[in-house]
């Protein structure tokens, strides 16, 4: 059996699966840092063209990928002789993909999650959904206020890694750390999860704010007030309230809620002009976890018996065709209650 404790030396076999931004940019930095990195793409003419150009042309265009990162369609060939396995594609799909390929996924390495969100219909993060197709492997997820392009583009960043093993999470840590990346350990998985998952939501309810021109002050009031139901509710879980606010959740939910790099915001500006739901993610043009993160959080909201307004409005305007001015008119009508 293969250690679940990786060391972080140049001869670590690596294979990502997801060769969206997040996937190539985590990829690319695990090669330039001195793994040898196999990157599944689901399309073969996607993996070719990698391989082909060095650079992945729809979703990090000219960025130059290092030469220890190779590009396949294939999940035998990704998976053969790896160290470690990094998932990192839309959470939506994840279930689905465990399962397919049940069969070849082996059991005696570490799982690494850079994914964020839920399984639509279930609300399970990708710890569980990891866990309930392959049993207690070793786990650890990846997170933190970190856009795709910075990160590939060797700008300074910081991220966060959890894992109920610390020195899983130390190994997967020293993956990742360079001159350009910081890069910290903790032992929190459920905060991570659940800080990630949540704060596309929030992003969404920010850009709506923005779209409008509600102003600076309001849109604080959504970060503060958005990470103090997503507090609540961490809490009620077993989180660990530090993580709320660290790199994972406050750091994470201002860069989401601020920056136009973020689909989320994207998104909530779009619906501020006034285009519909469906022809707004079009436009966006990849997935907009916040959408399906929203009905997730409204159901363990109600599962753990927490109050979660901004959240909760956000569900309605998206799924039961709740105006967005009408949202917002209906969040400042609510009663103070104390202030936590």
Do not use: W
């Given at each position: 059996m293969r250690s679940a404790h990786p060391d972080s030396n140049n001869l670590a076999r690596i294979a990502v699966f997801g060769a969206g931004s997040w996937g190539t940019a985590l990829a690319a930095t695990l090669a330039a840092n001195g793994a040898q990195v196999r990157l599944w793409a689901r399309d073969p003419l996607k993996a070719e063209q990698i391989n082909h150009a060095r650079e992945n042309r729809y979703y990090l265009p000219g960025v130059r990928l290092p030469a220890l990162l190779s590009a396949t369609s294939s999940v035998t060939h990704a998976v053969a002789d790896a160290d470690e396995i990094w998932?990192?594609?839309?959470?939506?799909?994840?279930?689905?993909?465990?399962?397919?390929?049940?069969?070849?996924?082996?059991?005696?390495?570490?799982?690494?999650?850079?994914?964020?969100g839920f399984e639509h219909g279930s609300g399970r993060?990708?710890?569980?959904?990891?866990?309930?197709?392959?049993?207690?492997?070793?786990?650890?997820?990846?997170?933190?206020?970190?856009?795709?392009?910075?990160?590939?583009?060797?700008?300074?960043?910081?991220?966060?890694?959890?894992?109920?093993?610390?020195?899983?999470?130390?190994?997967?840590?020293?993956?990742?750390?360079?001159?350009?990346?910081?890069?910290?350990?903790?032992?929190?998985?459920t905060g991570v999860e659940l800080a990630g998952g949540l704060k596309n939501v929030l992003a969404i309810a920010a850009g709506t704010s923005d779209g409008?021109?509600?102003?600076?002050?309001?849109?604080?009031?959504?970060?503060?007030?958005?990470?103090a139901e997503v507090s609540r509710l961490g809490a009620a879980m077993g989180a660990d309230a530090h993580t709320f606010t660290g790199l994972a959740g406050l750091g994470d939910l201002v860069l989401t809620c601020t920056d136009n790099h973020s689909r989320n915001r994207r998104f909530g500006l779009?619906?501020?002009?006034?285009?519909?739901?469906d022809q707004a993610i079009a436009q966006i043009g990849q997935v907009v976890e916040g959408i399906g993160a929203a009905t997730e959080g409204v159901r363990l909201a109600e599962q753990y018996q927490q109050d979660l307004p901004i959240i909760s409005v956000v569900h309605r305007v998206l799924h039961e065709g709740l105006p967005a001015r009408a949202a917002v008119a209906e969040l400042l009508s609510r009663e103070p209650k104390r202030l936590v």
């Open positions: 998932l990192v594609m839309p959470t939506a799909g994840l279930s689905d993909f465990l399962a397919e390929h049940q069969a070849i996924l082996p059991r005696d390495i570490p799982y690494i999650s850079g994914s964020k993060r990708v710890s569980e959904l990891v866990e309930h197709h392959l049993g207690a492997v070793a786990f650890a997820v990846v997170s933190g206020p970190t856009f795709a392009l910075e990160i590939a583009q060797g700008s300074p960043s910081a991220i966060a890694v959890a894992s109920t093993d610390p020195a899983l999470a130390e190994a997967t840590a020293n993956r990742l750390r360079n001159q350009h990346i910081r890069c910290y350990g903790l032992t929190d998985v409008f021109g509600f102003g600076a002050n309001a849109r604080a009031a959504l970060i503060t007030r958005g990470l779009l619906l501020a002009q006034g285009v519909e739901r």
